[in-house]
């Protein structure tokens, strides 16, 4: 796959980050939040759990990722449903609330990873009790299906996590991956420990042009979209917007747009990033005749915030690590496409 932007690091952040005070009043997610809540950032000797809330993945399948984990100086705690299978799932939503809930609730646990995406964190959400987490809140990493649980975070705690990919993503063996399996895998790695984020893409002749800055949240569109009018439905007002997806038709693409913009949740962006669209072809005389292009842009042509698309994030090779909850400056423009931490 062609590579489309590449990340820089542009300077650690000292120490570990305080729980803003300011962000004290969450409740049921009817208040906006004040500023974001970031976890303390992790040093080495610190514990990772991993984790599997959707499908099922072997202890064979995570030890790669495992390995990195360790090489990166982090000590690994593997949960139960490891190894485990209901069907699609990493065991029952039992085994898998209980796993992730023990993860959310040991203090020694300073971020969870989550194995895979697939299916079934929606099961288990609305049955997770969140008070220890949001005592002491940790990072909770992963994309696609996992976009429930960031969601599901911003909405109602305000806590920051990161989109990135997971355990299914690393190479097999390191010393074969390419540099873009590196250097998005190493992103995590980087955004844990507590480095400012900068993103790089190549300017895409469709961006419409613009600088802007807010709290970034998204994920999944389709995930994003099935939580409409739940308790974990995004509130978009005032931030950066970040969607991908794969697998779709173009007029499924189209619904799922329309949805956001009908909604609302298009009309007081700050911005918008569109990431990897995998489009799932028509065939016969089912063509939709539009391209993701053009089927964005006139969702938000009443608009005037910064659009960009092919972002490094979404179901490919060139998935990076991002901040979700965390303020960044977009700007897009004829020559430059970047998203920095802030």
């Not at 955004?191 to 949240?217: D, E, F």
């Not at 995930?223 to 794969?246: C, G, H, M, Q, W």
């Not at 901040?323 to 998203?339: F, P």
Request: glycine letters at 10%; proline letters at 4%; one cysteine or more.
């Amino acid at each position: 796959m062609k590579r489309k932007g590449f990340i820089q690091n542009i300077g650690a952040i000292a120490g570990l980050a305080a729980v803003s005070p300011l962000a004290a009043s969450v409740g049921t997610g009817t208040e906006e939040l004040t500023a974001p809540i970031i976890p303390p950032y992790l040093k080495k000797g610190d514990t990772i759990g991993i984790t599997s809330p959707a499908g099922y993945i072997t202890l064979e399948e995570i030890k790669p990722a495992i390995q990195v984990l360790e090489l990166w100086g982090y000590r690994v705690k593997i949960g139960d449903t490891i190894g485990k299978r209901n069907f699609t799932f990493g065991g029952t939503d039992e085994e898998r609330k209980n796993d992730l809930q023990q993860m959310l609730d040991d203090k020694n646990i300073k971020a969870v990873l989550c194995a895979r995406g697939g299916y079934g964190a929606v099961r288990i959400v609305d049955q997770l009790n969140w008070t220890a987490f949001k005592q002491s809140p940790k990072w909770v990493i992963g994309f696609s299906d996992i976009t429930v649980l960031h969601c599901h975070i911003n909405r109602n705690m305000g806590i920051a996590s990161i989109h990135s990919k997971m355990c299914n993503s690393f190479p097999s063996v390191w010393a074969n991956a390419d540099t873009v399996q590196r250097d998005t895998i190493n992103s995590i790695q980087q955004a844990l420990s507590g480095i400012t984020m900068q993103y790089k893409a190549t300017p895409h002749p469709a961006n419409r042009s613009g600088t802007a800055s807010g709290v970034l949240v998204g994920g999944n569109l389709k995930t994003i979209e099935s939580l409409a009018a739940s308790p974990s439905d995004l509130r978009t007002n005032n931030k950066i917007l970040f969607v991908e997806d794969t697998g779709e038709y173009m007029y499924s693409m189209d619904r799922m747009f329309w949805n956001l913009q009908r909604s609302g949740k298009l009309e007081n962006l700050k911005g918008l990033i569109v990431g990897g669209f995998k489009e799932k072809k028509e065939e016969g005389d089912d063509e939709f005749g539009k391209t993701l292009q053009d089927v964005v842009l006139e969702k938000v042509k009443q608009y005037n915030y910064p659009v960009c698309f092919d972002f490094p994030v979404g179901h490919q090779r060139n998935n990076y690590a991002l901040k979700c909850g965390v303020m960044h400056r977009l700007i897009v423009n004829a020559s430059e496409v970047s998203l920095k931490e802030i």
